[in-house]
């Protein structure tokens, strides 16, 4: 039977562990630790099975790794292949000056772009695709770590247009049913992105204070609507200095395939990936509680059908609801409500619980239904 591996995380982490334990350590995956600022006690002991997973180590350190660990390095690029924690808002945007939009382009985020960029979108240099993997790799580790403080039926994803514009009054809709969710013990989800994305964890920013609030906010950053403005960003980045220390958490989920869109600075945790897939998939498969779709188009229209096969399936042993807000819009605009109905009618589908709402209030009470009746 093979030894689940012990993760340790940050040099905290790791005194603890070489502190409370003599001789050789064993069955320990250590996640860039910097171990030359713990070498004291890390070179008092030997390692056998174990990971060494982007460390920084001695020459004496990596004497007393045994033949049957591994030791896998930072690979010189601007990013870390291995990281042992989610981004934010202060990792990402490392650099930016608040009132100066110019200073975006130098942030930590904007430097990985332009790398991935200069490499190419499908790098062909083995030594960057095995980055990119490894770095995707190490977010899916750590938001797996994030995900396992909440009930995994209280994940919620919401889906919708990139381009949704800050004046429109969906915006404000996605705002309020985020914001009331979140207060309620749903862990709000979203691509991480502008738009709909963007009006997803401002309500969870907001969760916790007024509507007028809420409607503050969008004040500040209705001037400059779409992110193609060249204040979009120090527009929410000025909301986030005049309301800041959220009380409450979300989590995007963007990536640098998309990264001409900046990612949103209002997800207090942030799992940006460079392959699109990894990330598209993961929005959906960890939205157990459910999905809520706002207006969008084409990868709205992909992510729709691709929920529904998994809840065609039962693909994680239970169907999540399927929520449709503006009924106009899912109906006439863009008939796939109807098309879904038509499918389920005929047993093309099966297990899909569908609705469709207006008002937010209407959508947070199909949410809430099905996470509360599964408590």
């Not at 460390?55 to 030791?71: A, N, P, Y």
């Not at 990536?255 to 207090?268: F, I, M, N, R």
């Amino acid at each position: 039977m093979t030894n689940h591996l012990l993760e340790i995380e940050n040099e905290a982490q790791a005194l603890s562990l070489l502190k409370t334990h003599e001789g050789v350590i064993r069955n320990v995956a250590f996640q860039d630790i910097d171990f030359t600022q713990i070498a004291e006690e890390a070179e008092n002991h030997t390692y056998s099975d174990c990971l060494f997973l982007g460390c920084e180590m001695s020459s004496k350190m990596l004497e007393l790794i045994g033949k049957s660990s591994s030791v896998f390095p930072q690979l010189n690029k601007p990013f870390k292949s291995f990281r042992s924690e989610l981004y934010n808002a202060d990792t990402l945007y490392e650099g930016y000056e608040l009132g100066n939009p110019n200073s975006f382009e130098s942030t930590f985020d904007q430097r990985v772009y332009k790398h991935y960029i200069e490499n190419g979108k499908e790098a062909s240099d083995i030594s960057e695709t095995l980055a990119r993997s490894m770095h995707d790799h190490s977010i899916s580790d750590a938001m797996g770590d994030f995900l396992k403080n909440f009930d995994e039926r209280k994940v919620v994803s919401v889906m919708g247009g990139h381009g949704l514009k800050r004046t429109d009054p969906a915006f404000r809709q996605v705002a309020i049913i985020s914001k009331k969710l979140t207060e309620s013990g749903i862990l709000m989800v979203s691509g991480g992105g502008p738009g709909a994305m963007e009006a997803t964890h401002l309500g969870a920013w907001m969760a916790g204070r007024s509507e007028a609030e809420l409607d503050e906010t969008i004040s500040m950053m209705s001037p400059w609507p779409s992110y193609t403005d060249e204040l979009w960003f120090d527009s929410v980045m000025q909301v986030r200095h005049r309301f800041p220390n959220p009380k409450y958490v979300s989590l995007g989920v963007p990536t640098y395939l998309y990264g001409h869109e900046p990612s949103t600075p209002l997800a207090t945790h942030i799992a940006k990936y460079f392959t699109n897939a990894i990330r598209e998939d993961d929005i959906l498969t960890i939205a157990k509680g459910g999905v809520i779709y706002s207006p969008g188009s084409a990868g709205t229209l992909q992510e729709i059908f691709q929920d529904a096969v998994q809840n065609h399936y039962l693909s994680f042993g239970y169907s999540s609801p399927m929520v449709f807000l503006n009924k106009d819009f899912w109906t006439n605009e863009m008939p796939i409500f109807p098309l879904l109905e038509h499918l389920v009618g005929k047993n093309k589908y099966k297990n899909l619980l569908l609705s469709l709402c207006d008002e937010p209030d209407e959508v947070a009470k199909a949410i809430l239904d099905f996470s509360n009746q599964n408590c």
